[in-house]
């Protein structure tokens, strides 16, 4: 776990903000106080003496520069990937797939994105990785399908997802998506290189029924066009422009 030790308003501000942003785990105490047992990775100020401390042997350390707080937090990210162990990446697929990043037993990152960014944060995630592993949820077989036809410079597993959706209670909703990915990334899947999906006259309609609601003009794509986003040779939103220029 990441924990943010400092005085410093402007270093805490930035550092927790980016730490949110990433949806990792982290804790906040003041400098002086007991760190947590979970604590791996320290983030101060670049004043502070935290390396005085008697303990401080214990912990990797970062002073982060109140200027780039997300150079720290990468600095803390890589640490945690180095001490945790393997990084498993899991997507829970969907047209706004949910994505975990463990090192080892420990969440280090989540996110919640748009399916045309999902492949490019993964790929990013896992860049500086030793031997990474990417496991995909098998649900949602369209958005599955062109997440793994994207990452072919790695190792893919498909899941079988049943299941790994969690009961969410009040105050928790939209958080199904990444907890989902979590659970996926600690299944192990089948290694997969490309998933070939025909698409159903069903999901077709649905491709066309978002078409429709997204078009500013309310205007549906035609089954060419869809069949085309249905294989990721083209986004939504290009498809609309292009039945919109013909």
Do not use: C, W
């Amino acid at each position: 776990m990441i924990v943010v030790a400092t005085e410093d308003f402007e270093v805490y501000h930035g550092v927790v903000n980016e730490l949110r942003d990433r949806g990792v785990q982290f804790t906040t105490v003041e400098p002086d106080d007991e760190l947590p047992d979970a604590a791996g990775v320290v983030i101060t100020g670049p004043d502070e003496a935290f390396a005085e401390r008697e303990d401080a042997a214990a912990f990797d350390t970062v002073a982060a520069d109140p200027a780039n707080p997300r150079q720290a937090v990468e600095a803390a990210m890589a640490l945690l990937r180095e001490e945790g162990g393997r990084i498993v990446v899991g997507v829970d697929p969907g047209t706004k797939p949910g994505v975990a990043v463990l090192a080892g037993e420990m969440v280090i990152g989540a996110f919640h994105v748009p399916l045309e960014d999902a492949p490019e944060v993964v790929r990013r995630e896992v860049a500086d990785a030793e031997n990474p592993v990417v496991r995909v949820g098998d649900g949602a077989r369209l958005e599955s399908a062109r997440i793994v036809d994207a990452l072919d410079d790695v190792r893919v597993e498909l899941v079988d997802e049943t299941g790994t959706t969690p009961y969410l209670g009040t105050g928790a909703r939209g958080m199904g998506d990444v907890l989902a990915a979590v659970n996926i990334a600690r299944l192990e899947g089948e290694v997969i290189e490309r998933r070939e999906i025909e698409p159903t006259d069903g999901e077709l309609q649905v491709i066309k029924n978002r078409s429709r609601e997204r078009s500013s003009e309310n205007r549906t794509i035609d089954e060419e066009l869809a069949r085309r986003v249905a294989t990721g040779d083209l986004t939504l939103d290009e498809a609309i422009e292009e039945h919109g220029d013909r």
